[in-house]
């Protein structure tokens, strides 16, 4: 059955008549719609392919590397109190240790290492992570007093979620009450356009509902397509999805061969209103949707990324992270004389960082 969903989605204009500017408006930004719409269902497509490949290939793989990285840094513990190396050296390796250490305690989990961490630091590991802790404590204590406009109590604690979703959950409530104390206050702020949007959707609504009403069509299978049809429409209004009206509204001008009342520039105005505030939303589930999928690559702060790109830079991740597990390996069975390690501290050392932990 054709429906609208394989059809362009269009603001027509009467026959013979030119396309206003607040139609063109309308329509380019339906085209934009249209395309973050199909950039969100690639992404939701693509997750389980890319979830899959990530827990074959590239997640045991960092767990070699992070196992390797573990063995790379007690081996040059136990080398740090040899004979043969300068100062510099020394401080290059202490560096190394702590580093990387830290870097597999925090990513890993390899509390284990947390002694050989403490011994190349001047703040052992628990030290510095509840001090840092304390200052995200008090910044975030401090930003909540100021919404709430009280105290909190001393036992506050940002990574308690219960606690945080409780004065989340009062702040909430005090901006419920606000609106309550000024119930008009929010119809000040709107626009003219934001104002009248409910009935620019109403008018289309009604002509919809007069077209596809059930109860006036007599052959029983079209009544059983124009009941579903109702119930798209019904749920499309009650949601404000000027979106999903429209494009019923084009299933009924192009397949149903309906006449169908042009819109007027002034319901035109209103509904490109709302069709940014849809952009909106899905740029905003766009972002939920693939911000997880690139952290898995590592290209969350990259700040376009395609899902037709994901599965070859992850094939392109996959490659890198063998050839550094590859490094690793033959740097081990190289670093077993004082000489070896100082020629390695002067070439190779720097480019073996921890990897990032990503999904794991």
Not at 242 to 268: F, I, N, R, T
Not at 323 to 343: D, K, M, P, S
Request: hydrophobic fraction near 35%.
């Amino acid at each position: 059955m054709l429906t609208s969903r394989n059809l362009p989605l269009r603001i027509q204009a009467p026959v013979r008549e030119k396309r206003s500017p607040a139609r063109r408006q309308c329509n380019r930004m339906l085209g934009k719609l249209e395309k973050l719409r199909r950039e969100l269902a690639q992404w939701q497509a693509l997750k389980p392919r890319l979830e899959k490949q990530y827990h074959e290939e590239l997640g045991p793989l960092l767990q070699d590397i992070s196992c390797l990285h573990e063995q790379l840094v007690l081996h040059l513990d136990r080398f740090y109190a040899c004979r043969g190396f300068s100062r510099p050296e020394r401080e290059q390796m202490a560096r190394f240790i702590r580093d990387q250490s830290g870097e597999l305690i925090r990513r890993f989990g390899r509390n284990e290492l947390k002694p050989l961490y403490d011994r190349y630091s001047t703040i052992d590991f628990d030290t510095g992570v509840r001090e840092a802790r304390e200052f995200a404590n008090k910044l975030a204590r401090s930003l909540f007093e100021h919404e709430l406009g009280r105290v909190l109590d001393d036992g506050f604690d940002l990574c308690d979620p219960t606690m945080v979703e409780q004065l989340q959950a009062k702040r909430k409530q005090q901006q419920v009450e606000k609106t309550a104390r000024e119930p008009c206050a929010a119809i000040r702020r709107q626009t003219p356009e934001e104002a009248d949007i409910t009935p620019s959707l109403k008018a289309v609504y009604r002509q919809l509902i007069t077209i596809l009403h059930p109860d006036r069509e007599p052959d029983a299978r079209e009544r059983e397509r124009k009941t579903e049809l109702m119930q798209q429409l019904t749920s499309a209004y009650r949601a404000r999805d000027l979106l999903g009206l429209l494009e019923l509204q084009l299933a009924v001008v192009q397949v149903d061969q309906y006449p169908v009342k042009p819109l007027s520039g002034e319901h035109l105005k209103h509904f490109h209103t709302l069709l940014v505030r849809q952009q909106h939303e899905l740029e905003a589930e766009l972002q939920r949707v693939s911000l997880p999928l690139r952290r898995m690559v590592g290209l969350e702060h990259y700040p376009v990324v395609r899902p037709e790109q994901m599965l070859p830079l992850l094939a392109q991740t996959v490659l890198e992270y063998r050839q550094q597990r590859h490094a690793l390996e033959t740097a081990l069975a190289g670093l077993t004389t004082v000489r070896n390690i100082r020629a390695w501290l002067a070439d190779d050392a720097s480019s073996l960082s921890a990897p990032a932990s990503f999904l794991l």
